[in-house]
T-cell receptor
Framework: DAKTTQPPSMDCAEGRAANLPCNHS???????VYWYRQIHSQGPQYIIH???NNETNEMASLIITEDRKSSTLILPHATLRDTAVYYC????????????FGSGTRLQVQP | DVKVTQSSRYLVKRTGEKVFLECVQD?????MFWYRQDPGLGLRLIYF???????EKGDIPEGYSVSREKKERFSLILESASTNQTSMYLC?????????????FGPGTRLTVL
């Protein structure tokens, strides 16, 4: 699986958009970008995934650059409950394989 | 609501004890996984199973075994617990059917081996 690089920590004001970057310059054509988050003392939770196009769901938006070497997860209106570690993972279809979680970005939403 | 449940949130065992960690999912998923999570090391895969009675080693299988006798249940066994197995253990499952391809995780079991 391609390696990802994320900033170790970020702060965001409550109500503002949180933009979490991820670099994956060695991504292959068949690899998807997945985002998960882990709130303290809980298991990781899936947020969103994409291949080439930008994606949006009820939790977040995923913007993937045209060359696919980087992406940004956007939480449009961050709340205190969004404080968590966010993991960007690059992998082929994960049906038969485990995910490789790196260190992630610790997002602290400030009141 | 889909669910992955783990038998205990917290567990304290003594060195040398045999430890069973159980995971149950109610989503009829084919694949199930056991990870451990340690500070600074992220999540590491111990074992996974893609069918009943089938198992494959992950990245760190030493000291562990698994059992999958029924589709919904995947057990992790520490044959003789050691202090270096003190960790957070996470179970996950995923469907092989199309989309959204998310792994569902349980709440985790924090195991302490004294």
């Amino acid at each position: 699986d391609a390696k990802t690089t994320q900033p170790p920590s970020m702060d965001c004001a409550e109500g503002r958009a949180a933009n979490l970057p991820c670099n994956h310059s060695t991504i292959s054509g068949n690899e998807y970008v997945y985002w998960y988050r882990q709130i303290h003392s809980q298991g990781p939770q899936y947020i969103i995934h994409g291949l080439k196009n930008n994606e949006t769901n009820e939790m977040a938006s995923l913007i993937i650059t045209e060359d696919r070497k980087s992406s940004t997860l956007i939480l449009p209106h961050a709340t205190l409950r969004d404080t968590a570690v966010y993991y960007c993972i690059v992998s082929p279809y994960t049906g038969r394989r485990a995910l490789t979680f790196g260190s992630g970005t610790r997002l602290q939403v400030q009141p | 609501d889909v669910k992955v449940t783990q038998s205990s949130r917290y567990l304290v065992k003594r060195t040398g004890e045999k430890v069973f960690l159980e995971c149950v999912q109610d989503m009829d998923h084919e694949n199930m996984f056991w990870y451990r999570q340690d500070p600074g090391l992220g999540l590491r895969l111990i074992y996974f199973s893609y069918d009943v009675k089938m198992k494959e080693k992950g990245d760190i299988p030493e000291g562990y075994s698994v059992s999958r006798e029924k589709k919904e249940r995947f057990s992790l066994i520490l044959e003789s617990a050691s202090t270096n197995q003190t960790s957070m253990y996470l179970c996950a499952s995923i469907s092989l059917a199309g989309g959204p391809w998310e792994q569902f995780f349980g709440p985790g079991t924090r195991l302490t081996v004294l």
